[in-house]
């Protein structure tokens, strides 16, 4: 084929490849296109693969003066193919001159991502511009090392994440009935994914049960504590003091075991009796020297008691505030979390948050956050030297949503909880999938922990930056296709994946409840009556 295409430039990142006929460059009947990987021999051993980045038609004149086209292509070295069949990438130092130019079979390409141990190899995704060729990923290194999956509303990330974990629950270490010993947690804030995982425990707000004791003093100040108040230190102060006491009046254990507990201690108090203990303080009297006169705070803390009150008795906190919340123990609230509960075992635990309202979504997300990287620690503390054999992904679908990159006091502790699980959570076995239309508006901390990326269509500019910003690898052209992306195309890049790829996310199935609505197919059918009883029924639960 030299007579066809031949290297008429060689540069320190680039191959400029003059083709003169392009009809018969090709092979397998496919024809070229920019993203098309090419071979381009220079000795007897092996060859260099680079893929098309652009190409541009040079007009020139034949012998009789006829006017012809040649098309120059510019092609970016990826690696290299030794005579045995592997592929290395970089290498690609290219003898002068190359011998000769040549499509690249499936057969080669394959040969690029076939590098990842058979044992470690995850597979999702296929070539965007072939889909016969698959595109493994190393599973380990894929989970353990935070993921992010982004992109705008309708390139298809909730079908992604659902292609993911489907692949993930349904892979085995040779031949077993039953389940695999996957865990995973998916945060779930528009109830999208219960049709993709039907045998997943699926908690909505009117079974979530989470202990008020168990939150955190952060969590608990962001739930009670309006910051910017005048007398919100005074009200700090009585919180953590009455909290402190309860707890330890209420705790059955050794005496020496009670004189350390401490504010943040996970101990069951009363949380009606703290209550009555503040109203107490707002009207305390004291003695004085010439008889008995207000205490320090009396008629202080009247806010507060308005807030604590109207919190206590909102129904719609109910699963974190109730009376029902009492006697659940830490244990049952774990095995709950992760789907441990005896005969109702699941890879899959889905938390639809939809129900929560969006003042106390970002402790609810913190407080099971945190309660899991706590079950992630100790169950590595108390056998230090092994791993954690029960891993857990927790999945945050809309992540900005919660952990925005914003210094609101009332998003304090959700980005202090999953900022320590991005830092400090590979350790123990608790790893992050963010999920976000929205990558610019995530605390940085948190997504620049992630080593692995599925970039989907973005079409907002500070989101696209954002990504190119942050991603580990220099792509090139590849990042300026973000906004022209196809629906379940994507960017796979980071630690697992061979190279950068441009690819295309295999069909979940079964699908989740993410379909955009067909307004004009709707619109076009005759009128139909709502049920607005019902609707005004379930607004009211």
């Given at each position: 084929m030299s007579e066809v295409a031949e290297v008429i430039a060689v540069l320190p990142d680039k191959i400029r490849i003059l083709i003169n006929d392009i009809d018969n460059f090709q092979i397998e009947g496919e024809p070229l296109s920019v993203g098309s990987y090419l071979k381009v021999y220079d000795h007897q051993d092996g060859c260099i693969i680079a893929i098309i980045e652009n190409f541009l038609i040079d007009m020139q004149e034949n012998k009789e003066g006829t006017p012809r086209k040649n098309y120059v292509v510019e092609a970016s070295p990826l690696g290299f193919i030794t005579h045995e069949g592997k592929f290395i990438r970089g290498g690609n130092q290219i003898a002068i001159p190359p011998r000769k130019v040549e499509p690249a079979?499936?057969?080669?390409?394959?040969?690029?991502?076939?590098?990842?141990?058979?044992?470690?190899?995850?597979?999702?995704?296929?070539?965007?511009?072939?889909?016969?060729?698959?595109?493994?990923?190393?599973?380990?290194?894929?989970?353990?090392?935070?993921?992010?999956?982004?992109?705008?509303?309708?390139?298809?990330?909730?079908?992604?994440?659902?292609?993911?974990?489907?692949?993930?629950?349904?892979?085995?270490?040779?031949?077993?009935?039953g389940l695999n010993n996957s865990h995973i947690v998916i945060f779930d804030i528009h109830a999208e994914y219960a049709t993709a995982f039907p045998n997943a425990q699926l908690i909505t707000v009117s079974e979530l049960t989470l202990p008020y004791w168990l939150l955190s003093s952060e969590e608990i100040e962001d739930l009670f504590i309006e910051s910017n108040e005048?007398?919100?230190?005074?009200?700090?102060?009585?919180?953590?003091?009455?909290?402190?006491?309860?707890?330890?009046?209420?705790?059955?254990?050794?005496?020496?075991?009670?004189?350390?507990?401490?504010?943040?201690?996970?101990?069951?108090?009363?949380?009606?009796?703290?209550?009555?203990?503040?109203?107490?303080?707002?009207?305390?009297?004291?003695?004085?020297?010439?008889?008995?006169?207000?205490?320090?705070?009396?008629?202080?803390l009247q806010n507060f008691i308005n807030r604590f009150e109207n919190k206590i008795n909102d129904v719609r906190l109910d699963f974190l505030l109730g009376d029902k919340?009492?006697?659940?123990?830490?244990?049952?609230?774990?095995?709950?979390?992760?789907?441990?509960?005896?005969?109702?075992?699941?890879?899959?635990?889905?938390?639809?948050?939809?129900?929560?309202?969006?003042?106390?979504?970002?402790?609810?997300v913190s407080l099971i956050s945190r309660l899991l990287f706590d079950h992630a620690y100790h169950t590595k503390k108390i056998n230090p030297e092994s791993k954690n054999e029960?891993?857990?992904?927790?999945?945050?679908?809309?992540?900005?949503?919660?952990?925005?990159?914003?210094?609101?006091?009332?998003?304090?502790?959700?980005?202090?909880?999953?900022?320590?699980?991005?830092?400090?959570?590979?350790?123990?076995?608790?790893?992050?999938?963010?999920?976000?239309?929205?990558?610019?508006?995530?605390?940085?901390?948190?997504?620049?922990q992630c080593s692995?990326?599925?970039?989907?269509?973005?079409?907002?500019?500070?989101?696209?930056?954002?990504?190119?910003?942050?991603?580990?690898?220099?792509?090139?052209?590849?990042?300026?296709a973000l906004s022209t992306l196809q629906a379940g195309e994507a960017l796979l890049i980071g630690d697992a994946s061979v190279m950068p790829t441009l690819v295309n996310i295999g069909k979940c199935s079964p699908s989740p409840s993410s379909n955009d609505i067909l307004y004009l197919h709707e619109w076009k059918k005759g009128w139909k009556e709502v049920n607005f009883e019902q609707v005004i029924s379930n607004w009211q639960r």
């Open positions: 079979s499936n057969a080669d390409i394959q040969k690029i991502y076939n590098g990842i141990e058979e044992a470690s190899q995850f597979i999702f995704a296929t070539l965007a511009q072939d889909r016969t060729i698959k595109i493994p990923v190393d599973g380990n290194k894929f989970f353990n090392k935070h993921f992010a999956i982004v992109g705008s509303t309708g390139s298809g990330k909730s079908h992604t994440v659902a292609k993911v974990i489907q692949e993930a629950i349904n892979t085995k270490d040779g031949e077993y009935d005048e007398q919100s230190h005074n009200q700090v102060a009585v919180l953590k003091s009455l909290v402190t006491e309860n707890k330890k009046k209420h705790f059955k254990g050794e005496a020496a075991a009670r004189a350390k507990i401490h504010y943040d201690s996970p101990v069951f108090f009363d949380l009606n009796e703290v209550f009555e203990a503040i109203k107490a303080k707002n009207s305390e009297m004291i003695d004085g020297k010439n008889g008995p006169k207000q205490g320090a705070l009396y008629g202080k919340v009492k006697k659940l123990s830490t244990e049952e609230t774990i095995r709950r979390l992760i789907s441990y509960v005896k005969d109702l075992e699941s890879n899959i635990t889905i938390i639809d948050l939809s129900g929560v309202p969006f003042e106390v979504l970002s402790t609810t029960t891993p857990l992904l927790l999945i945050y679908e809309e992540a900005h949503k919660y952990v925005p990159k914003t210094n609101l006091v009332k998003f304090n502790a959700s980005r202090l909880a999953l900022e320590r699980i991005a830092k400090e959570g590979r350790k123990y076995g608790i790893s992050l999938g963010i999920v976000s239309q929205r990558p610019s508006e995530i605390s940085e901390t948190i997504f620049s692995n990326f599925v970039a989907m269509r973005l079409t907002n500019p500070d989101d696209q930056n954002y990504v190119k910003k942050l991603l580990p690898d220099t792509l090139g052209t590849l990042t300026d």
